[in-house]
Structures are given as structure tokens and as C-alpha cells.
């Protein structure tokens, strides 16, 4: 290093045009970003826009869930049956342990990797608050979950149009699996977000969410039915609540006044569908709560 005669130290640094330059487009604002980051989360969910392996396992599940909806269909049709072996409602709960298959694999990818390299700041720097992200990656990883329980669900309605059904009740039986779909969709996903947020590695929220979801339906199922004997069938009923597949049976069976899949998630009357409407929007409201006091921990700014 050379000094200048007055002892000032010669700077030689130079000021280089890389070619950055300012945005001069339209800013979409804070509900284009949510929307977009709702859909790359649905498009996650099955894998589209990423590697072919990560394709592998929510389409296999996809083909699994849709399998036996044609071979429901391909036997009423060819045997003549006059109804379908499984209603539209039945059909999403009958399928609990595929579905909760793909939501254990999907809720940990949604979020483990926004938790594990710390891009919550990021996503705050744009015009998208704390509880978007929230609610954007709830509404996308529900949706994904109702596509996947509504792809059997349509199979069985266009199945029951080929076998001419009645027109007008397989139209609000369809529509009837669709609303069934939806409520699962939205319950279940929350919760499986919510305990996928509580780790960093994708591997554990799948075993968390997964072990959670079936070991819940089995103790809730063991926990109605000694309940029945020891008590009665109306107070066994009320524990049913504590399983979200069984609760959203149980309340798809008290609004529209169909058949649950399973007899231990009958509400009792109008007292019991309030009831179990009542659980659905507790469980699903703290569910929220909880994933909105999660990422704003976070968050961190």
C-alpha cells in the first residue's frame, strides 16, 4: 500500500453498473401476494412445479383414494344395484387413513421449510402481514385436502349418471360429499399445521401429524364405544367430538339428516348437531389461534 506525501491513504474503489434498475410495473399489492402464495401452496401440495419425486407420493395417494370409487361404480353398474354401496358422505371418512396419508406429507411441506431457513422475514417485507401467510397456507393446504377427497366423490356422482340414477338426489348427494369434503378439509388442515409448525424438520411434523390423526381415531373409537355400554349411546356420542373425522361426521349426519359411516358420531337431535357444530368451530378457531401465536414468534419484526 502506497501513502500519499500528506499521509492520506489513496482509494481506488469504483462504483460498478451491474445493471440493477428500479421496478417501474404495477404493484399488485398485499391480496395479489396473498393469492399467490395461497396458490403455490395448493401447487406444492401435489407436487406441480417441483421435482418429479416430489410428484410421486401425493398422486400415487390420488390414484389409491380414486381406486375404489371406480370399483364402486364398475360393480353398481354392472350388477344393476339400486344405490351406491357408500353415500357421497361416507365415502371421505371411509378413506381417513389415505387422506390422513396426504395431509402428514403435505401440512410439514407447506411449512418446515419457511421455518427451517428463517424466510418469514422475507415474506414480511412485501405487502403481506403475519396472518396472511397464516391464513394462505391454511386455505391452500385445505384445498389441496378437498381436491383430494373430491376427486372419489365426483367419480361416484358421474358414476351413479351412467348407472341412471336419480338426477336430482345424486345432485345434492354430490353436493352433500362436497360440503362433507370441505369441512373436513378445513378442520383437519389446521390442525395438522399447527403441529406441523412446532418443528423445523419435515420428518417429525409427518410422524407428529400422522401419529396424532390415526391414533386419535382409534382412541376416540375405543373411547365411544365404553362409554356406550357402561353409560348410554346418546352420552357416548358427545366423546366423538374429539375425533375430527368422527366430528365432521357427526355433523355432516345432523345437518342434511344422512346416514353417518360410522352409528357412534350421531349427534342426538337439534341439541347435538349444535353440539357438534359448536366442537367444529371451537377446535377449528383454536386450531387458528394457535397457528397465528406460532408464526408470529416467528416472524420475529
Request: charged letters at 10%; a positive charge.
Amino acid at each position: 500500500m502506497t501513502t500519499q506525501p500528506n499521509g492520506a491513504v489513496p482509494n481506488d474503489s469504483v462504483i460498478h453498473d451491474i445493471g440493477f434498475r428500479h421496478y417501474d410495473g404495477p404493484r399488485l399489492g398485499r391480496g395479489w401476494a396473498f393469492r399467490s402464495l395461497l396458490l403455490e401452496t395448493l401447487r406444492g401440495a401435489f407436487g406441480l412445479g417441483r421435482p418429479a419425486k416430489v410428484k410421486i407420493m401425493p398422486w400415487v395417494l390420488i390414484g389409491l383414494i380414486c381406486a375404489p370409487a371406480i370399483i364402486i361404480v364398475a360393480v353398481t353398474i354392472f350388477t344393476s344395484s339400486a344405490e351406491l354401496p357408500l353415500s357421497y358422505t361416507q365415502y371421505p371418512f371411509a378413506m381417513s387413513l389415505l387422506v390422513s396419508l396426504f395431509l402428514a406429507g403435505r401440512a410439514p411441506y407447506a411449512v418446515s421449510r419457511d421455518l427451517r431457513d428463517g424466510t418469514m422475514p422475507l415474506y414480511l417485507s412485501r405487502p403481506i402481514k403475519r396472518q396472511d401467510y397464516v391464513y394462505a397456507k391454511l386455505l391452500g393446504l385445505a384445498a389441496a385436502v378437498w381436491i383430494f377427497v373430491s376427486a372419489p366423490v365426483t367419480i361416484l356422482f358421474i358414476g351413479a349418471l351412467l348407472a341412471k340414477f336419480p338426477v336430482r338426489q345424486q345432485i345434492f348427494g354430490w353436493l352433500g360429499g362436497l360440503l362433507a369434503g370441505a369441512l373436513l378439509a378445513l378442520l383437519i388442515s389446521a390442525i395438522a399445521l399447527a403441529l406441523a409448525s412446532l418443528t423445523k424438520r419435515r420428518g417429525l411434523g409427518v410422524a407428529a401429524v400422522l401419529a396424532t390423526l390415526v391414533l386419535l381415531n382409534g382412541f376416540v373409537a375405543v373411547l365411544v364405544s365404553v362409554v356406550n355400554m357402561q353409560a348410554s349411546e346418546t352420552a357416548g356420542s358427545y366423546f366423538a367430538v374429539l375425533d375430527p373425522y368422527l366430528l365432521v361426521d357427526g355433523l355432516i349426519a345432523g345437518w342434511l339428516g344422512v346416514d353417518p359411516l360410522n352409528g357412534i358420531a350421531q349427534p342426538d337431535g337439534a341439541i347435538g348437531a349444535a353440539f357438534f357444530t359448536l366442537a367444529f368451530v371451537v377446535i377449528l378457531a383454536g386450531a387458528v389461534a394457535f397457528l397465528l401465536r406460532r408464526f408470529r414468534k416467528v416472524g420475529g419484526v
